[in-house]
């Protein structure tokens, strides 16, 4: 059982929708990253936040949108997506930045 | 060319010993862990060891840290069936504001 909770599972959505991925972790930890990850390839890492304040922007497309309400949650807000983003989303967790990081089972993505 | 390489593949026989390994190339890592993926999941983190330690054992798991010539590896005792899936290995580049920087991944197919 993992210990970082994301929801929903699976989102198939068509390019023009708006949606949105969260994740939540109950640990008291302080930092939260998004990752992508494309079939048969490690995570890449997309966003970092560190006491709610956003840390690392990977250079992702503002089609994408993060956002940190509170220490415990982690959403990512999606629109105008394209067919290539397609993947697991994975959300993950850890004390303070530099230390071990735990992931969510993730949200696999479509885009039609 | 990427900072952290590992075998693409492995296959083994239930009951033998699988050895995964990882070569990575910042001499700065403090930290160095494996994870495991297992279909339609996330990773899970499996185990980790500090750079100034040489090996770490953990039940099945053991761990060897070569750092003069930045080898890791990871020992699975006894593989079961459930053991197939994919390997990581990561380490934090400091050098890069502490980012988990991921290996390729191994597939682990383990045999009957």
């Known amino acids: 059982d993992t210990e970082v909770t994301q929801t929903p599972k699976h989102l198939v959505m068509g390019m023009t929708n708006k949606k949105s991925l969260k994740c939540e972790q109950h640990m008291g930890h302080r930092a939260m990253y998004w990752y992508k990850q494309k079939a048969k390839k490690p995570p890449e890492l997309m966003f970092v936040?560190?006491?709610?304040?956003?840390?690392i922007n990977e250079s992702v497309p503002s089609r994408f949108s993060p956002e940190c309400p509170n220490s415990s949650l982690l959403n990512l807000h999606l629109h105008a997506l394209q067919p290539e983003d397609s993947a697991l989303y994975l959300c993950?967790?850890?004390?303070?930045?530099?230390?071990?990081?735990?992931f969510g089972d993730g949200t696999r993505l479509s885009i039609l | 060319g990427e900072d952290v390489e590992q075998s693409l593949f492995l296959s083994v026989r239930e009951g033998d010993s699988s050895v995964i390994n990882c070569t990575y190339t910042?001499?700065?890592?403090?930290?160095l862990y494996w994870y495991k993926q297992e279909p339609g999941a996330g990773l899970q983190l499996l185990t980790y060891i500090f750079s100034n330690m040489d090996m770490k054992q953990d039940q099945r798991l053991t761990v060897l840290l070569n750092k003069k010539d930045k080898h890791l590896s990871l020992r699975i005792a006894d593989t079961q069936t459930g053991d197939s899936a994919i390997y990581f290995c990561a380490e934090i580049e400091e050098a890069a504001g502490n980012k988990l920087t991921f290996g390729g991944g191994t597939r682990v197919l383990v045999k009957p």
């Open positions: 910042d001499s700065s890592s403090t930290y």
């Open positions: 993950a967790s850890s004390q303070d930045i530099g230390d071990s990081q735990h």
């Open positions: 936040y560190s006491y709610e304040k956003l840390s």
